[in-house]
């Protein structure tokens, strides 16, 4: 079975601070990792992913996540937060193909003037 | 750029009364999945469809649950008789050929109040 856990279901920083959103996940199997960000009244929509071969992604807005296989870890991190980064941040694991994806309870993200 | 689209944005119902959630896929897409998340809580896997079929489900998905293709187009899921406990948001998601780690577009959400 896989499951996600995102620590601090919500983080708060000034704007142009660093943004951490901690991701640690449990898959038997090798994962295929994503992220994605829901905007108030929006879908889900991906910001980076984790299939095979490099491990540090780059995403949209200038995010970024590694993998760490040894720490099972998928952090995500932006070097500047901007006031449009405030969202509903969504960590998730899937087996790969079109098996569902498997999230974490979300972190919000406030981003403080 | 084609999205994944969902009616109702907002359901409410009496218990014991039937709801449909109806989307549209993305148009070239071959696999759709349904996913709900209770208020405060995670986002969680209902049922994915392929090929006019249930492909899989979760232990969520019980018989009160159905979904369908009625045509080319919409993808619902139905809840035949509603419980208060069903109060969630409902997503659509779509996905095209089955890849590693193929990305899976999410629709706005149908949120389903049960009174």
């Known amino acids: 079975a896989q499951s996600v856990t995102q620590l601090g279901s919500h983080v708060s920083v000034s704007e142009g601070a660093l943004v951490l959103l901690r991701c640690n996940y449990s898959?038997?199997?090798?994962?295929?990792l994503f992220w994605y960000v829901q905007y108030p009244n929006q879908g889900l929509q991906l910001l980076l992913k984790?299939?095979?071969?490099?491990?540090l992604v780059k995403g949209i807005n200038g995010f970024e996540a590694e993998f760490k296989k040894s720490e099972t870890s998928f952090h995500l991190t932006k070097p500047s937060a901007h006031m449009s980064d405030a969202a509903e941040y969504f960590c998730?694991?899937?087996?790969?193909?079109?098996?569902?994806?498997?999230f974490g309870k979300g972190t919000r993200l406030s981003v403080i003037a | 750029e084609p999205e994944v689209t969902q009616t109702p944005s907002h359901q409410v119902t009496q218990m014991g009364q039937e709801v449909i959630l109806r989307c549209v896929p993305i148009?070239?897409?071959?696999?759709f999945y349904w996913y709900r998340q209770i208020l405060g809580q995670k986002v969680e896997f209902l049922v994915s469809?392929?090929?006019?079929?249930?492909?899989?489900k979760s232990e969520i998905f019980d018989d009160q649950f159905s979904v369908e293709r009625p045509d080319g187009s919409n993808f619902t899921l139905k809840i035949r008789s509603t419980k208060l406990e069903d109060s969630a948001m409902y997503f659509c998601?779509?996905?095209?050929?089955?890849?590693?780690?193929?990305?899976?577009?999410f629709g706005p959400g149908t949120r389903l109040t049960v009174l």
């Open positions: 984790y299939t095979t071969g490099a491990t």
């Open positions: 998601a779509s996905s095209a050929l089955a890849s590693a780690g193929n990305e899976q577009f």
């Open positions: 898959s038997s199997v090798p994962p295929y």
């Open positions: 469809f392929y090929n006019n079929e249930i492909s899989e």
């Open positions: 148009s070239n897409h071959l696999y």
């Open positions: 998730a694991v899937t087996k790969g193909g079109n098996t569902p994806l498997v």
